[in-house]
Nanobody, 123 residues
């Protein structure tokens, strides 16, 4: 059972930055894909960014170039650096872990989810 704990959310003005962290309970060497998803009120949960065990990344078009995903294997932590934030980025952001190979954009691939952290972008 992999446990995930997100942190780093908050309220920020448009154009600002936040960095989300996802600490895992076991070595991320054992996890094929780590991902960040988000869910805005009244909308479905959507993929934001993912990173595979081999370092391959995938991004939603809406965040490409603004939200780099990275990982620190020594700390068993995955990060999402969110830059140039927009009001439409407001959502609860979830960390997810997939213990097998597959399409990172498919939500059902992920067996483990964090509790989420709120990101609000408003002036």
């Amino acid at each position: 059972q992999v446990q995930l704990a997100e942190s780093g959310g908050g309220l920020v003005q448009p154009g600002g930055s936040l960095r989300l962290s996802c600490a895992t309970s076991e070595s991320i060497f054992n996890i094929y894909i780590m991902g960040w998803y988000r869910q805005a009120p009244g909308k479905q949960r959507e993929m934001v960014a993912t990173i595979s065990k081999g370092g391959t990344t995938m991004y939603a078009d809406s965040v490409k170039g603004r939200f780099p995903i990275s990982r620190d294997n020594a700390k068993n932590t995955v990060y999402l650096q969110m830059n140039s934030l927009k009001p439409e980025d407001t959502a609860v952001y979830y960390c997810a872990a997939a213990p097998r190979v597959g399409d990172p954009s498919i939500r059902s691939l992920y067996d483990y989810w964090g509790q989420g952290t709120q990101v609000s972008v408003s002036s």
